[in-house]
DNA sequence: CCGGCAAGTCAACATATGTTTACTTGCGGC
DNA sequence: GCCGCAAGTAAACATATGTTGACTTGCCGG
């Protein structure tokens, strides 16, 4: 069927849908991400244990040292992972497609079944440079939001639209943690069909369309 | 001036306004658990020690475990203080008047400057006990919540209610964490003048005034 | 005035956790 | 085929942290 030789999966059923090679950085690299940004999401980073990520991973938790430096370090690039992320949706997201983009965001799962990467974004690490990295994410994603209903930087009464805006993303985040990691009934097992509708009421209220 | 005994301060200077007595349980007692509630809404509860609650509240750390057994006691006794001052509000709130309420709760640093006890709502300890007494502290509130605008328990159709009041509920916390932990401008200076507006148009664009 | 007891302190302990170091394994080019 | 080097592993270490137990202090009723 494929090129790839004959691996023996980590279990006795091979779980992955895509067999991984035996030793490859960049896939090794990926699937600590990949844990490490749902762990981050659902439990936090102070709750989340270097151990637990590798375990998830199937890796060595030493490697966690040797790609990302830190653990602090492995929680920058989910952050900015999740960044990328989340402005790539809030660039191409034409401004009367926002509430589908957001419940879009909440209600998928991921690929992996991940937990929303919006948790991530409150998570916080204690660290000044994620701080950072978290604020400035938050910041670039609320002022495009802002100037898709016609926020320009420094237009008098403009503040307005985006405090406005970061209301907007506060709620988002905060229905994805009441979501995925509270697990509050019935939002939790709310579909993204559910979703869309009270999101286009709650972005319209504050954000109306110009 | 008081029969109070004099009693010298913790520090040179008495910076409290009410001198405490110098050996009161009941009075420790409280100071362990404000300490615990700014910083567990802070924080989080993993980044939070004991050592930190203890130094803050000016008292010895080994009576956290006396007073409240243990750390988790500890949460859990500042989960119900903070789910019965949520009840209490919401409870008393002619529905007309929930946004502002909420936005008070936000913008409220509270007697003792403390962060917005919202945000402990969604702070997690990893304990079950915990864990079901915030969920039942938020299953309350919004079925408060929803209750001022129409909603009954079972009633068809009506689970949409619900869904959408537990969505202002997180939106609310969302804006009280995106203040006060993350410290996200503008949004974090806005006073709760500048809330309330927007808030109101949250809230009535997800749950309509009958 | 004083003895009992609650309130508070101190130091030690067990453990969980991030990180490092020395070692082993196996893939890929020659 | 085989050797070097990257990929991965295992164990040890240092430390931070929750908790406990023995000890001290000072308030209060008699």
Same mark, same amino acid.
């Given at each position: ?66 790609? !990302? ?5 492995? !929680? ?135």
């Amino acid at each position: 069927m494929t090129a790839e030789p004959p691996v023996p999966a980590t279990g006795s059923t091979d779980g992955e849908p895509a067999q991984r090679r035996r030793r490859d950085a960049a896939e090794t690299r990926q699937l600590l991400l990949d844990a490490a940004r749902q762990r981050f999401a659902r439990d936090g980073y102070a709750a989340t244990t270097v151990r637990d990520i590798a375990d998830d991973a199937g890796v060595n938790v030493a490697l966690i040292s040797r790609y !990302f430096t830190s653990k602090e370090g492995l !929680f920058e690039a989910c952050l900015r992972a999740a960044g990328d992320e989340l402005r790539r949706t809030t660039g191409q997201t034409p401004a009367d497609r926002v509430p589908e983009a957001i419940a879009r965001h909440i209600a998928d799962l991921g690929a992996a079944g991940l937990s929303s990467q919006l948790s991530l974004l409150l998570r916080s690490s204690g660290d000044a440079g994620a701080d950072e990295i978290r604020r400035a994410v938050l910041v670039r994603s609320s002022e495009q939001l802002a100037a898709a209903r016609g926020w320009r930087p420094g237009e008098p009464g403009s503040e307005q639209l985006l405090l406005r805006a970061q209301m907007a993303l506060a709620a988002g985040i905060g229905v994805a943690v009441l979501r995925s990691s509270i697990r509050l009934e019935p939002l939790s097992s709310a579909t993204e069909q559910d979703l869309v509708g009270p999101l286009r009421d709650l972005v319209d209220a504050l954000l109306p369309p110009s």
